[in-house]
Nanobody
């Protein structure tokens, strides 16, 4: 059974930093592209950042480019999101998602649409105060 467990987040002041982790189990981690989405109250879930299965290709939403960094550690089956320069508009529940890209997609593929993802974490709240 695939499980994605997020941790981190919480309450942060504007301009501050926070980091999220997502520990994956029940899957062959190296097969999966990993992504962070977020959902603010009353809004649709949106793509934040993604990393390909090998870890050499990343993709970011324009709203977080230059502020957020996604990375992965194959030895720990964990993906991270380092968030710097946080803004109140970054307030949302952040979700980790995994997509098996090994069989049918090129190595650098990172999907940005939520309906492409097979597995989701339970989410972790990030609140940025002004």
């Amino acid at each position: 059974q695939v499980q994605l467990v997020e941790s981190g987040g919480g309450l942060v002041q504007a301009g501050g930093s926070s980091s999220l982790s997502c520990a994956a189990s029940g899957l062959t981690f190296r097969r999966y592209a990993m992504t962070w989405f977020r959902q603010a109250p009353g809004k649709d879930r949106e793509f934040v950042a993604g990393i390909n299965r090998s870890g050499f290709s990343t993709n970011y939403a324009d709203s977080v480019k230059g502020r957020f960094t996604i990375s992965r550690d194959g030895a720990k089956n964990t993906v991270y999101l380092q968030m710097n320069g946080l803004k109140p508009e970054d307030t949302a529940v952040y979700y980790c998602a995994a997509k098996d890209t090994y069989t049918s997609y090129p190595n650098n593929y990172v999907a940005t649409e939520s309906d492409e993802y097979d597995h989701w974490g339970q989410g972790t709240q990030v609140t940025v105060s002004s």
